[in-house]
Structures are given as C-alpha cells and as structure tokens.
C-alpha cells in the first residue's frame, strides 16, 4: 500500500487561473481531508468529504471547490488564483469505520501562484 | 472558535538532554490532542495521541485540562528526534472532523 498519493508534486501558475489537485487516499480509507499550509504555518484545514459529499468545511472562500468520487479518491479545485494561494496542500485519509480519529496524509502538492 | 499554539519556533537540545515541546489550546469544550512529527524529506505523520496514551519513540504527552496544555517530553534526545512537530485539536462530538494545527517547532537535536 503506497498510503495517500497527491498528484502532481509541484504545480506553477499565474493569477486568474484555475487548478484542479488530486488524492488517491489509503487503501481501506472512505474520508479525504484537504488541508493548506503556507510557509511557516501549520496546515489549515479546508474541508472533508465523505460519501461524496462535503461534510465540513474550515474557513475557506467559495473559490475552493472540491470532490469525491466513488473509489473514494478526490480532487481539490481553486478558482480565480490568487497570490496568497501559494501553498503546500495536504491531503489526508481517515476510516469512518475506524473512529476516522487517525489522519494519514499524503506527501503533498506544491503550489505557486505567480 | 479552537486554537492551538505552540509558543517556540526553534528549539535546540543537546543529545541525551531532555525535551519539552510545549502546547496550549482554547477550548471551552472536550477536546483530543494529538502530536504530529515530520521528519526530514518525509510526509506528516502522527507520533501519538492523548487519547491512547501510549509512548512512541520513548516520547509521552499528558492533556493537563487545568492549563489546558499537551506539551510533548522525551527524558534523553536522539540526533533522529530532530524533525517539525506539530500539536493538533480536534473537537470530540457534535460532527466535527477537522484538526486544528499550532504553527509548529522545530527541534534540533545537536551531537
């Protein structure tokens, strides 16, 4: 089991565009979490999906957008890119059946707005 | 609103001296802490939490809800210690999922 894949690594974009990242979680896991993290900062959480619906969500504009699909994989939209977007974003797995207290996160996909 | 903090940046100990990695939160409700480590060139992953109260790499954390505190001690530093740790918060009840992080300190375990 490679546990939580993010794809792609790293990602360059200009402001006003559009990115779409996505989470393949562990095997055995229902739940994706997307969280962001900017230099020098703790992850942020954005939402959670889970049965393909989002189930919570942090405090994060509507230009964040994401999905989940049924083999529970998941994508991370962001509209309109803005300077600040520039970040490390996380994705992280959970069982429901598992308490879904554990969050197992993948290696992350790097993205910078220029 | 919960928040987590984690008041050093940096901290830097001599290997074989102890550790403390301090951690507070505000919560006004029942709250489970956890302590994630990222090492080097690796992805976050979790070293333990309050709930298991296990020791994980001869590391222990004890939820003192008086100070409302998590901090994270180890009674002799390893140079493999050295690495980002991160204290998290999450809500226990009412459907919350999210953890809340602090910023982080960085240990550095010098030889």
């Known amino acids: 089991d490679a546990g939580v894949t993010q794809s792609p690594t790293h990602l360059i974009k200009t402001r006003g565009q559009q990115v779409t990242l996505r989470c393949s979680p562990k095997?055995?896991?229902?739940?994706v979490s997307w969280y962001q993290q900017a230099l020098g900062q703790g992850p942020q959480f954005i939402f959670q999906?889970?049965?393909?619906?989002?189930?919570q969500r942090g405090n994060f504009p509507d230009r964040f957008s994401g999905h989940q699909f049924p083999n529970y994989s998941s994508e991370l939209n962001v509209n309109a890119l803005l300077l600040g977007d520039s970040a490390l974003y996380l994705c992280?797995?959970?069982?429901?059946?598992?308490?879904?207290?554990?969050?197992?996160f993948g290696p992350g996909t790097r993205l910078t707005v220029l | 609103a919960q928040r987590v903090t984690q008041p050093e940046k940096l901290l830097s100990v001599f290997k074989g001296a102890p550790v403390e990695l301090k951690c507070n939160y505000s919560?006004?409700?029942?709250?489970?802490l956890f302590w994630y480590v990222q090492y080097s060139r690796q992805r976050l992953q979790l070293l333990l939490r309050?709930?298991s109260r296990e020791s994980i790499k001869g590391f222990t954390a004890d939820l003192n809800k008086g100070e409302t505190s998590f901090h994270l001690k180890k009674p002799f530093a390893q140079e493999e210690d050295s690495a980002m740790y991160y204290c998290?918060?999450?809500?226990?009840?009412?459907?919350?999922?999210?953890?809340?992080f602090g910023k982080g300190t960085k240990l550095s375990v010098i030889p």
């Open positions: 992280a797995s959970s069982s429901i059946a598992g308490g879904g207290n554990e969050q197992f």
């Open positions: 095997s055995g896991h229902d739940t």
């Open positions: 999906y889970y049965e393909e619906e989002e189930r």
């Open positions: 919560y006004s409700g029942s709250p489970e």
């Open positions: 309050h709930i």
């Open positions: 998290a918060l999450r809500r226990i009840g009412a459907g919350s999922y999210q953890l809340t």
